[in-house]
């Protein structure tokens, strides 16, 4: 029987393993995936080792092993010291520098790109500021197809092999269909992203998926903080929009048509703002960045300009805080009690052990996090906020981008021979 | 490798399988479980199809059949026509009449308890209108214990042996150490309900675990809503307090201290009424039962004494609700549109496949059910509600007992040997 590798720390991001079928060929498959993923998450080890950790015959997982091998996922490392008698055994270990995977995140206020390879190492990354509601669908796409082709040639003249992307876009997405249905924060509507990539694209398209950003950072900050065996947390983002990523029990939760985690949109003031979504009163009203801005700074006040990078104008407006500038104080004050309110009902519903803030928050953790921890200890019905810790991400505005990278990847985890075989050995 | 059962409808309720070691004992305990919930799951089988579908030599098979027959837990039934050739085999079918699991819950209203039987049927049944929160402490568990050794003279009468008891209680509890922390609606702070029961009944005590009544009301629904598939739902029961209990993928979510799914105290309206918690404007102020009743009764009228049968109340203010009565209707009206303020931020976090909705919600749900699907489609930001659909309970208000039940008998099916040997065989 199939040992149960949960205990081991192994990470689930939701993916999709091989076809299911019961004969023998997808059976072995599913095992280079299993031996993979053992590697990945308890690290390296003799054949032996595995064989007892994945409870497979030894013979099968030499023959597995040295499939893995060959593809370039897996290397020999040190003889092992075990102790044992007889010929020492060498240790297996991940390799996979010749393999990588994109995320690709649509923002509304910047394009970025991140390729990881299979260890985790950043292997191109690009961002660029665009007003993507200004742009309009059609220009953002040609961008976007033009920096992927840039990318895949960087990646092609190293040798590295890539195997998919993960496309991250804000708002309301459907996954079967690659179609971003309603994104209120970009104006877009029904925009077929995939279709519109890979006809840009054509011949060279490497397998195309997409995925709601705020999931995707959640599966970044889960990576992170998986090393610390957090293994239920929330991924808040404050950009134009705030979105929500739930990690619970170590997976991400999608729900039953992949629409949740839209956490900007609770009602937490009746006659509140009006919201882009039409609504009044949304959390993303109170915590968005245009409530920061809107709070720290006049209409023409060039923070407010969003043809300049996002990261100078939040430097900006950080360089006031820090002065001491009473607007911008008193502005974060008013996102901090805001943020409190919202994220006390997220810490009741779902009793997370960390909630990461990302975006404009992590980039004013210095001022949020305390403070909001304790708000949170002061609205949560649980005691001490249920254990919940907040965090400010580490990953800046790269998290969705970079978790999407770890989702692509997530495939060569899960069927390693015939991701390979579709990216070209 | 073992099958992955759950594409064959395996539910997984949260409980705990046999300790965890390597050695064969543990293997076979385990085994067991895995036969008894692939009946339990995919139907009677003959025992080949059992060995081709955990994976498991028919060999192993043979002998795990015949320790779950001795244990009445497995019968033998027909003969099966799978067109083989050779000596037909028997199908094998769950049995466990002679078994069952109690659910106790101490509700602010009733005391209630629900013994099942393996097969899920009841084999013993008690309520009595109980004030908790006046009564106190003490008194309410006298009572608890005088009902359990009522019950348990019955079944032992007819010859039932009882693996289990689950006490359903409100509001934040400790399942580790069976203390409930903080149950405001009820005035509890810190009372040992499982060492108190224990003290009561002495010797004769079975096992005791503690849980969340809306975390086991989910369950009971989750039982009956996962025959239409539906994996993904919020059971959200209206009493007194107002609990929510989220099944995800199947599963249900505790949260990493198990606090999860405290929606009765998010705050909606930010100068609302009082809340038991000590905040204004929560959930459980807007569509708690006593937000019905100030709705729709003056103070001195008999719908509001808590010594009478909830079920009476309610009765008779749905004949006044069927009569017309514009009080009634208008309370009604405004319980609605709340509910549907709330539930939307659930759906819109959560996109569950179904909200249920039970307690004294579910008396109503002539009036609330439609009306609050149609709450849900205007402020759920996914396109038609993300696919969410309004059910009521059909269990009334012994979900949470049923629900206890269910998992006191999960125990059952995840180490058949050792529960049964603890229960006496």
Redesign the interface.
Known sequence: ??ADLR?AGVRDLGGDGPP?AGDRAS?RR??LGLVLRLLRDAGPRPRTQIAADT??PKATITNLVAELVELGLVREGDAARDGGVGRPSRTLELDGRTVCGIGLEISADYLGLIALDLGGEVVAEHRAALDVRAEGADAVLDRAAATIRTVRRTLKARGTRLVAITVAAPG?IQRDSGVV??APNIDWRDVDVLGGLRARLGRICPPLQLENDAKLGAIAEYLVASAAD???LIYVTGETGVG?G?I??G?L???????????G??????DGERCA?G?RGCFETLVGLNALLDHAAAPDDPVRDATVDLEERLAELKRRADAGDPATRAALDTITEDLG?GL???A??????AIVLGGYFAFFGEYLVDRVQLELSA?????DA???TVLASTLGFSAAARGGASLSLDHVYRDPAGVLSAAGR
């Open positions: 029987m199939k205990g299911r059976l599913t095992n409870g497979l309301v249905s309603y957090i293994q239920d929500g739930i619970s029990d997976r939760l999608r729900g039953s048509a992949g629409f949740a985690g839209e956490i949109h609770m009602r937490l003031q009746p979504c609504r309110l006390a009902a997220l009741d519903i779902l009793n997370p052990r609205r949560v019905m649980a005691p249920g254990g919940c």
